[in-house]
């Protein structure tokens, strides 16, 4: 018996992969966020499988319901939105099932901030204007953030950034990047990425907050703040240059 931690995507169905699409439909038993997986996914199921709603479960009720398959010797398929690596709350799961010596692995899946970038049509590194991005969240209604891991110490290098859960506070998120970012920063909002509801916004942080309280944007969004939303004139990359790809001519030993 295993339990395997699927990334179901960001809400479109068809963006979960073929494992974790055949992994599905291989376990009598699937754990799934009714809120923010999507119901056509649970269509793989195998015939009478057990499918456990966890939206309002507390952590020691899904991992009861993963012991009581492992004692039936049946397989169970974890579905989490996006990618479990990120914000999944898979971390405190696998503690309690390396605790009861119960085997799991992990399928990945497109992850939300990856799904945003699509809906803009933007590459998040852009030469010469940003390679790196920070992945982050806010600390309302969550645990605390880490020592050294608020948004102004985060914002003093200007990467792109990408918060998850900090709509609701999109106020206090604008106020605390626009000393390092600069209230003309180009920003986007996409709420419900890749699914038929999704909302786009475009502006910079200066107009942001008012956009989103706007269009009544308070749940499953991501923030994305870089001058790479915008850049239109940078050089091109190394990785096709034709520095790169010009066939380089060998020399015999004998040659001079």
């Not at 395997?4 to 966020?33: E, H, K, M, N, W």
Request: charged fraction near 20%; charge should be negative; hydrophobic fraction near 45%.
């Amino acid at each position: 018996m295993t339990v395997r931690f699927i990334g179901a995507g960001p809400g479109a169905a068809d963006l979960i992969t073929v494992r974790g699409q055949r992994a599905i439909a291989a376990s009598p038993v699937c754990l799934y966020a009714g809120s923010l997986v999507p119901e056509e996914l649970l269509r793989d199921c195998p015939p009478g499988a057990r499918l456990v709603d966890t939206a309002n479960m507390t952590l020691e009720e899904i991992v009861a319901e993963m012991l009581a398959a492992h004692e039936a010797g049946h397989d169970v398929a974890r579905l989490h939105s996006g990618d479990p690596s990120v914000f999944s709350a898979m971390a405190e799961q696998m503690r309690r099932l390396d605790a009861a010596a119960v085997p799991y692995e992990v399928i990945p899946g497109v992850p939300a901030f990856a799904a945003a970038a699509a809906s803009l049509k933007r590459e998040l590194t852009v030469p010469g204007v940003g390679q790196t991005i920070t992945l982050t969240r806010t600390s309302a209604r969550a645990t605390p953030m880490p020592e050294g891991e608020d948004l102004g110490t985060l914002g003093r290098s200007r990467a792109t950034m990408v918060l998850h859960l900090a709509v609701q506070r999109v106020e206090a998120v604008v106020e605390e990047l626009v000393p390092n970012y600069g209230a003309d920063c180009p920003v986007a909002v996409v709420a419900r990425a890749s699914r038929e509801d999704e909302v786009v916004l475009r502006g910079t942080l200066a107009d942001i907050a008012g956009q989103v309280r706007a269009a009544g944007i308070l749940r499953t969004a991501v923030i994305v703040v870089g001058r790479v939303l915008t850049a239109s004139e940078f050089p091109d990359s190394h990785l096709y240059s034709d520095a790169r790809c010009r066939p380089v001519l060998s020399r015999s030993s004998g040659d001079e």
